[in-house]
């Protein structure tokens, strides 16, 4: 069965701090993995999404890299800010899932002042 | 530009009851997805639709129907509601089903199943 998984499920940490989010997948074929904030009560957004062939991709304070061999993918936020505060979602599209994405069950991210 | 939106927000039912949920995009989008979202199970895909027209079921389809009413709607509908389908109700839309394409979600349909 095709999983992901998310550790921690919950990291607090103090504003200004650079941080790892992380994400494991159990299938190195994949289509792609896509990065997604969810605030208390609201929807998904998209952060980043990396295609199979590439190893990382960049929007302003966030880094995601994708290791197929290893099936691990981290997001990196630098210099978190209380704003980033928010539910990080890493899904995953398998070949095998047809459209489907494959979701973690997300890191509960809080960044104190 | 609203991109996908849902309504209602928030609904409470009686086991038995019907409803639909109610999702429409503007961004011109070809394929549309309906996902419940539960504690501990994260997201789960539902149905979707890949273009106007068509619907295939997903992972967890039993006890819901939809309808891909144009290309803008796409509507989720219980016919007999169960407390098993208390959840977050989420509709997202992509550009077609490439790989490449982002899912863009809307705020989410909060369903109780009393």
């Known amino acids: 069965k095709q999983e992901v998984t998310q550790i921690p499920a919950a990291l607090s940490v103090p504003e200004g701090e650079n941080l790892v989010l992380n994400c494991s997948f159990t299938d190195s074929a994949i289509y792609n993995l896509q990065w997604f904030r969810q605030d208390p009560g609201k929807g998904l957004t998209s952060l980043l999404l990396i295609q199979s062939s590439q190893r990382e991709q960049t929007s302003g304070r966030l880094n995601a890299s994708l290791d197929k061999s290893s099936g691990r993918s981290t997001l990196y936020i630098a210099a978190s800010q209380p704003g980033d505060s928010a539910t990080y979602l890493c899904?995953?599209?398998?070949?095998?899932?047809?459209?489907?994405?494959?979701f973690g069950e997300g890191t509960q991210l809080t960044v104190n002042p | 530009n609203a991109g996908v939106t849902q309504t209602p927000k928030f609904q409470v039912l009686k086991t038995g009851q019907s409803m639909t949920l109610q999702c429409a995009q503007d961004?011109?989008?070809?394929?549309m997805y309906w996902y419940r979202q539960d504690p501990g199970m994260g997201l789960r895909l539902i149905y979707y639709?890949?273009?106007?027209?068509?619907?295939d079921k997903g992972e967890v389809p039993n006890g819901y129907n939809v309808s891909r009413l144009n290309k803008r709607e796409f509507s989720l509908r219980l016919e007999s509601a169960a407390p098993s389908q208390t959840s977050v109700y989420f509709c997202?839309?992509?550009?077609?089903?490439?790989?490449?394409?982002?899912?863009?979600f809307g705020a989410g349909t909060r369903l109780s199943v009393l």
């Open positions: 639709s890949a273009s106007e027209g068509t619907t």
């Open positions: 997202a839309s992509s550009e077609d089903l490439l790989a490449k394409n982002i899912q863009y």
């Open positions: 961004m011109n989008h070809n394929s």
């Open positions: 899904a995953v599209r398998f070949p095998a899932s047809g459209s489907r994405l494959t």
